[in-house]
């Protein structure tokens, strides 16, 4: 017997709809390519999203139809989102730092019909645009007034684009399970693979967002969106921002930590949200700059592991509550979200953020498991490392136009690539990225755990942990790090450091010190370049 339940379906545009009917007046401040900072409302953002929806159509876009996005985090991004994918077409947000083949190949592959790009990045176009098959025409994220002089053909400015249009538009209806945005993966290895959401998914992926459970945003909330809208969705963020009526700050291209910091005290934001790289960056300039936060109290990080150091200082130092999450483009990117449990409160300090710098219990609607290299699953002990598999609605189920053959197994899960361990409450902690584990004489080193105990050593900055060939033992660790200025830490300092926490087998062959780590399009590490530059290093 079914239920006799409306079946009305979860569409992005009804997220927009309702910011706009109930929290018509709530901001939305950008910080601009052009200068200023901007500001309006969640209505002028519903309004302005349905004058593009109405451009886009008059520009013979339908339903299907992949528009490219190559923009910060910004107002005209918002209505991007809203826009493209409520009228029906796929969002198609791409990477600035991506190389220019990886561009060209994406915007190929995805057979974007329109691009909209800000302004920083027309040059960027410029140099790939000859390469570009199938886009029809290029859309300046900008007025009139500050319209560049460009080689690039079909321009259109975008705000002459949605003023020939009024917002008078209403927003059509379809299957749920339509596409509604589609993001590549970074491709380190092998060409990316374009993740394809649904409005679904990304409903019910910003309805868990919102959750207690999951990322705790309500209409209470002041929310300073740092990671990029050019990456998976920016966690889904603006979506969850219009169904509470959050405030929402958007940083633009200004990321440095005096920048962040203005617009966190100046907007008076109660909570953030970005990879460990930004916060790194925001505390130095804080501690530098005798600052504090007056109203910020909680800060999302993940894309990358936190040290514990870092929530530590954010708590102790700034009174800012640290919430760990993991996932992935193929995710959603949420997973996991480190929340405590009740039997956690009260807690002591030492285990409160032992606990906190693991990954977390995954978030209703999303399973996990970890398995052997023999597909066996393996025990909830908080010690047995395995391969983490997942899957939920808003899993992808494969990858557009099937590239990389088949992305789940039978019974529908996937396989994340990361190692990991699952404890008793059921917290999962990453160990490593597959690739990345250190494989020692048959035993695994974590590279993850050693490089945020090497931050944990004052005078220590940032620190990468890569595996470097062995003749006896197959791979040893290398400990490769940057000091703070002026800081006189040694090799032998940082071994001694870990070795309190770390048995011998454990401890890195080398350290050696570098003015500063590669780091990829998100912020994260890039391993594969250290790797290559560290392959003939000699351990001693
Ligand atoms: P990519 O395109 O590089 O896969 P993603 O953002 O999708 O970019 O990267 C996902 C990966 O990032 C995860 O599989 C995991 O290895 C890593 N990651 C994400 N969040 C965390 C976290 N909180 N701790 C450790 N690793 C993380």
């Known amino acids: 017997m079914l239920g006799l339940m409306q079946n009305r379906q979860l569409l992005i545009s009804t997220m927009i709809e309702h910011a706009q009917k109930q929290y018509g007046d709530i901001e939305i401040v950008s910080r601009t390519n052009e200068g200023p900072i901007h500001r309006y409302t969640y209505k002028d953002c519903a309004g302005r999203s349905k004058q593009l929806a109405k451009a886009l159509t008059k520009l013979g876009v339908i339903v299907g139809d992949r528009i490219g996005t190559m923009a910060f985090n910004g107002f005209r991004h918002m209505e991007l989102y809203f826009g493209i994918s409520g009228m029906g077409a796929v969002c198609h947000t791409v990477n600035p730092r991506l190389s220019a083949d990886n561009v060209a ?8 019909k329109y691009f909209f790009v800000d302004l920083p990045f027309v040059p960027l176009l410029e140099n790939v645009e000859s390469r570009l098959n199938s886009v029809e025409g290029v859309v300046i994220m900008t007025d009139k007034a500050h319209m560049p002089d460009t080689k690039l053909k079909n321009v259109i400015c975008y705000e002459e684009l949605i003023q020939s249009e009024n917002d008078d ?64 969705n920016a966690w889904g963020i603006p979506y969850a921002s219009a169904m509470c009526g959050a405030k929402l700050v958007l940083p633009g291209a200004c990321l440095d930590g005096r ?71 193929e995710t959603s990117p949420v997973g996991t979200a480190c929340h405590l449990k009740r039997k956690h409160e009260g807690m ?51 990858y557009f136009r099937g590239e990389g053959g088949e992305a789940i197994d039978a019974e529908g899960w996937f396989d994340t690539g990361d190692i990991s361990t699952i404890d008793e409450d059921g917290y ?68 001694d450091h870990l070795s309190k926490s770390m048995a011998k087998w454990q401890l890195p062959d080398d350290v050696v010190f570098v003015d500063e780590l590669p780091h990829g399009a998100t912020g994260k590490l890039l391993k594969n370049v250290l790797r290559t530059k560290f392959r003939d290093h000699q351990l001693v």
Not at 294 to 308: D, E, H, L, Q, Y
Not at 352 to 358: H, I, P, Q, T, V
Not at 474 to 481: K, S
């Open 259 to 329: 920048s962040v910091h203005e617009l966190i005290e100046k907007e008076s934001v109660t909570v953030s949200a970005g990879v460990p790289t930004v916060w790194m960056m925001l505390l130095k300039y804080i501690k530098d700059a005798h600052k504090t936060f007056s109203t910020m109290r909680r800060t999302i990080i993940g894309g990358a592991a936190v040290p514990r150091s870092m929530i530590e200082t954010f708590k102790k130092e700034y009174n800012v509550q640290v919430l760990h999450a993991w996932g992935m483009t």
């Open 105 to 112: 190949y994406i915007v190929n592959h995805a057979e974007d």
């Open 169 to 232: 538009y209403v927003w059509p209806d379809f299957d749920e399970n339509t596409a509604s945005a589609l993001c590549y993966t970074s491709g380190t290895t092998g060409n990316p693979k374009g993740v394809l959401y649904s409005h679904r998914s990304a409903t019910l992926h910003a309805f868990s967002a919102l959750s207690g459970e999951g990322l705790s945003f309500s209409h209470k909330d002041t929310i300073l969106l740092v990671v990029p809208m050019f990456h998976v």
């Open 428 to 495: 999962m902690q990453v160990t490593d990225r597959a690739k990345d584990v250190v494989k020692s004489g048959g035993e695994w080193i974590s590279s993850i755990d050693m490089e945020n105990q090497t931050v944990g050593l004052p005078g220590i900055v940032e620190a990468a942990v890569i595996a470097v060939p062995h003749p006896k033992w197959q791979e040893r660790p290398l400990v490769i790090a940057v000091k703070q200025p002026g800081a006189t830490v040694t090799k032998e300092d940082v071994i």
């Open 348 to 398: 002591l300090d030492d285990d409160f953020f032992a606990l906190s710098a693991k990954q977390g219990p995954p978030v209703f609607g999303v399973e996990m498991k970890i398995v052997s290299a023999t597909g066996e699953e393996l025990p909830w002990d908080g010690k047995t490392c395995g391969r983490l598999l997942v899957r939920g609605p808003w899993i992808t189920s494969g």
